[in-house]
């Protein structure tokens, strides 16, 4: 009992238990729970050690904010290429092994290799059949009815058809992860059994991000983006919302102000003078000897144009200091479209 003292009617309870038989004694001896009862606001999450959750909050969270915005944008682009409306909705941002997310899928299927330099290893883009088959009868002039998608492999016509469709999805997820990170994608080849493709082994752990895609007429079906985790590992800092949302608001400070102009006074830059312009023939450039005299339409009062990185930035004089060729500055151009006359 650990010290624990009984009341009266507990004694006198124990008393009759035992006289009885005993057979409540475990019911009044039982010891109290240490923690107590969960209270309304706490939750129980089951956690499966099989499957851990490599990818942390923050990121998942940063993931599927990034990818809602990219289903409106592949939504305009998708609708202005069928003509048609078209919805596309972010369902899910899960955490699965591999295995589990290539069983989920039908077979066959339309299931893209794609290539996103500089990340590792390879991304899965998976369209399903009950969407992929309406929208290449939309694209090859058919109604609206709602057909019955085919159960079958893409023909050959087919997969150029359907290139357009993964390469609009492909641009807008560029456009998508510009924030974060500059990706060079590309479809490496198609399957359509995709239990074939095998880019990582069957216990590693993937993000799967589905998408829902709407047709007119009640047709429906699913896009899934499958990462793995190898990929996304190394620049997990970068997945942040809070870095790459606040970073966009923010204003410059004056110790980056300084810090910037520091780095850019010891930049070099081309700087360069223009004299004036003319026009030569061939014939006449290759007779050019030492000591010739070009002539150009060129006033000498007026003051010569000089430009940095190609960009012009002053006017001024020439003449000589020490012997040397120089230039004094004369006048500042504010908006190089004022030096189209010189």
Same mark, same amino acid.
């Given at each position: ?24 004694v ?9 923690a107590?009862?969960?209270?309304? =606001? ?8 099989? &499957?851990? $959750?490599? !990818?942390?909050? *923050?990121?998942?969270?940063? +993931? ?5 915005g990219?289903g ?8 202005a ?24 899928l039908e ?50 016509i087919e997969?150029?058809i359907?290139?357009?469709i ?6 807008e997820? =560029? ?8 990706? &060079?994608? $590309?479809? !490496?080849?198609? *399957?359509s059994?995709?239990? +074939? ?6 216990n ?8 829902e ?28 919302a ?9 204003s ?6 300084q810090?910037i ?29 030492v ?25 001024? &004089? ?24 010189d």
């Open positions: 009992m650990s010290g624990d003292v009984l009341s009266q009617a507990e004694v006198e309870s124990l008393l009759s238990a035992m006289a009885a038989g005993g057979e409540a475990s019911a009044i001896t039982e010891a109290p729970p240490v107590g009862p969960l209270k309304p =606001h706490d939750k129980v999450t089951p956690y499966d050690f099989k &499957r851990p $959750e490599r !990818v942390g909050k *923050e990121q998942m969270r940063a +993931l599927q904010t990034l990818h809602e990219f409106r944008n592949f939504a305009a682009g998708l609708s290429m069928l003509r048609s409306m078209v919805e596309v909705k972010l369902t899910s941002v899960d955490q699965l092994t591999y295995s589990e997310f290539v069983f989920s077979n066959p299927t339309c299931f893209n290799l794609l290539k996103a330099e500089p990340l590792e290893g390879n991304l899965i883009l998976d369209i399903n059949p009950s969407i992929l088959y309406p929208i290449i009868d939309r694209l090859l002039g058919g109604g609206r009815e709602a057909a019955n998608p085919a159960r079958r492999p893409l023909t050959e997969l150029r359907v290139s357009r993964t390469g609009l999805f492909l641009e997820l =560029h456009r998508a992860w510009e924030n974060v990170l500059d990706l &060079r994608l $590309e479809v !490496v080849r198609v *399957e059994n995709p239990q +074939l493709a095998q880019i990582v082994s069957s590693e752990v993937v993000v799967v991000i589905s998408f895609v709407a047709l007119v007429g009640d047709i429906r079906g699913m896009v899934n983006l499958c990462i793995p985790y190898n990929s996304i590992e190394r620049i997990g800092n970068k997945l942040s809070n870095s790459w949302f606040s970073w966009a608001r923010k410059p400070s004056p110790e980056s102000i810090q102009s520091q780095n850019l006074r010891s930049s070099p830059v081309s700087l360069s003078v223009r004299l004036a312009t003319t026009r030569v023939s061939t014939g006449e450039l290759i007779g050019l000897r000591g010739d005299i070009i002539t150009t339409e060129k006033d000498i009062r007026r003051p010569l144009l000089v430009t940095v990185e190609g960009v012009p930035k002053f006017r001024a &004089r020439p003449g000589l200091l020490k012997g040397h060729k120089a230039i004094r500055i004369d006048d500042v151009i504010a908006n190089p479209a004022e030096a189209v006359g």
